[in-house]
């Protein structure tokens, strides 16, 4: 249930003289409120804590008069949803509670980069992005890089959020319950063995594949799709006949002269160098194919983690280490995908086969979604029944908002039960079994491109009517009691609620002359809001021939009560914006009249809180953050995608590329543990931990690396700036 249910107490839209008492407090706030003299502010504003507080003027105690359900999984389970395959969503909200199919089309190219001229053993990883691939295993002394192509269309399966994180607590929890059951897997002695565990999970995963007849050599599921910055993908089998090695490079660059060496470069001066021209031709034949690839013997001992290039030091004469640190980082911003920066493309490499979308946000698994609503019940205020009780005392209105628009990114799994876990299992194998079959029982719905529709749609449009709304909170009592001004301001409101309403309200008969017709428990309300709740799913019904498998099910009720909660609020809002149109601004306008617009700034104040309640119940709170202004040339959004974090004072950079102080630093000579390197051995800069209850959830951080959660972190991932190359690289 979404926000469905509301206080009787509400002012309904036909009621307005019956609110006075509540306008009289308003009056007096009203009075003291300062001209709207201040700039648009993106929604930030609103919600994070940097300008006057307007808010703690709006009810500052008490719950609101709008009743949101924040504990139902259902916006969760639709965010989730809209996100998958893009790198801005899922670097927010980082822990990943979906399972998806996905299919890569016919001659995809993938990376793969490795240290030594060997083909892959299987399984391995292979990068979208051949910036990726270099970004990890460039700049060695012995770098070899292999393209790949697919030959046919490949199956493969995702997890979403930032399922590649090598470090953290809860990025991996979907991976780790498939597996074992439990999100810290076997005992490992509280130790954190690096790329030992990711071997371990990429070969449980596949190995589940080739045992449930999922997936094979060249045919079925054949891949892991994760991410962290950027997309990358766990190749079963390298020997499959749905890749095909298309070229086999030793990349490793020449270095650059070491400082006593400047003379003998000096004496190889450039004008020496004779360039021989280039013969018509050359090159436009096509290069002969390296062998296919036959070998596909399993890893048995993981060879040593390479550091990502911004924590490696000592390598001051590698040409590329910045621009291949710098190039990774820019690769991943081109699948940022929806942002406060608008719908931009994910990774669109790779296509989820929504019909078979798993969630641990779908009903199915309350003991995730029990666990979640007892901690948000403590830390967000909320009732038992999901609705918020309001900041409490002593907070601010808008740091609770914020809190809860953020909530999803304090989601873990590891109370999820051992028979939740088996449950998703059992569930993933049907649902992927289904769709090897030659009919799979699918809608043909694209799930993902719906639920980006509602949210392209939405996100803005209810940014812009907050910082409306917020425009008139603000106006001086001598504007509020002028009719042209208002009537002015009211035209702007209406057109807006009139766009949103478009496609479901059709206008009473004029001869109606009653309130009443507008109120929440009229016949136009039901009838409006049905057209909108259903608006997206109407035909989804036996009554149209149409029964859907387990997963459309669980995605249709997402997408239902999610836009119904839109529905909710916007027809409540839209409806009363017509009422009052009607009752006080739709005669001749007389502007010397001094009006009385105390009944109408509460009922603006109510359509102000609804708005903003609903913004943090929906959560998509990456798509009210964004760089605030176009960046330059040779410069990107930033936010830190695990390893890419900023440069701190002292590492990352000049002399000491390296991890931040408090860090293990690279291997000394002698000190280097083959097994355990160092990289992975002390706390790390983690992507900066999400934010939760102190000491987090039960469950949280279990059997994994301590150190994660960065302050710094979590300020740049919400107040994200230009940056160019030194950001990261130093
Ligand atoms: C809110 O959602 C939770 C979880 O689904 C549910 O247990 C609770 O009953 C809901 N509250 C209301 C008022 O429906
Ligand atoms: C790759 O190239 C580098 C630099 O030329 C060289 O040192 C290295 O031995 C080569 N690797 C192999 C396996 O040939
Ligand atoms: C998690 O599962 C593994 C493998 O099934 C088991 O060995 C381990 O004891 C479990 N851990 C916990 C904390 O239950
Ligand atoms: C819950 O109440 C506390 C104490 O008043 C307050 O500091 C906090 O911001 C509130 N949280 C939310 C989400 O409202
Ligand atoms: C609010 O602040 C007052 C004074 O600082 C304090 O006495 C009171 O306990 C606080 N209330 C809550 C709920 O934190
Ligand atoms: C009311 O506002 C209008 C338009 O902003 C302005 O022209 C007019 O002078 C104002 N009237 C009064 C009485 O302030
Ligand atoms: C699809 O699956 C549902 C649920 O299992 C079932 O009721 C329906 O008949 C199936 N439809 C087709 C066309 O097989
Ligand atoms: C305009 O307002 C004045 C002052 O309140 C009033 O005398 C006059 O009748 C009004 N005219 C109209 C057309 O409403």
Known sequence: MAARRFSRLRLGAGSLSGSMLLCSIFMTLVAVAVAATEQQRPLEDHLSGTVADHESELVAEGSSTWKFNFSSSAPHYFASVYGLLQQWPNTFFPNGHSIAPCEIAPFTKLYHGRLDADEPPSPEWVAFDVEMAYGIMGSFRNSHLLTYQTTRPMKCIYFDGESATLMGSGQ????????????????????????????????????????????????????????????EMIVCDFSSPTLRLISHLNVTAPLLPAEEDEQSTREMGVDEVVMPLAKRDEGSSYYPLPPSQTRSDRVTNPTNPPMPPNWRRDREREPFLRSQGWGWFTSATEHYGSSGLGPHVGETRVKVLSCGILSYYSPAFRSAEAAHAKIEQKSLNLTSDGFWKGPGANGSKREGLTHLTRRRRAHTLGDVSVEDAITMREASEAAFYELLSSSPNCSGLDWSGMTNEIVQRNSGYLDRLAQLLKKHEELPVTIIKNQTAIQAWMKTFRDQTHAFLLPYLEYPSASKQSEEKWSRSSELFKATYARCRFHHTRLLDP?????????????????????????????????SVESVWESKFNSPLNDTREVDNVGLSAEITRWREGVLELMAWLGWAGEWVSCDKKCAWDEKCFIPMWPLMARREGWGGGPGHGPPPGVDGPPEKGREDPQYPSPYRGPYPGFGRPYGPPGGGPGRGRGRPPGFGNGEDEKELWAPVCAKIEYIMG
């Open 172 to 231: 991996m929890d979907t991976q780790m319950l498939h597996l074992y059951g439990n999100v810290s897997g076997p005992p490992n002695g509280d130790r954190f063995r690096g790329l030992f565990d990711e071997y371990a999970r990429a070969t449980g995963l596949c190995d589940w594949i080739r045992e449930k007849k999922l997936g094979g050599s060249g045919w079925g599921f054949e891949g892991v799709v994760r991410m962290n910055a950027g997309f």
């Open 543 to 575: 009554d149209q021939g149409i029964f859907l498998g387990a997963q459309e099910k669980t995605l249709k009720w997402a997408v239902e009560e999610t836009y119904g909660g839109i529905c909710d609020v916007m027809v409540d809002i839209g409806l």
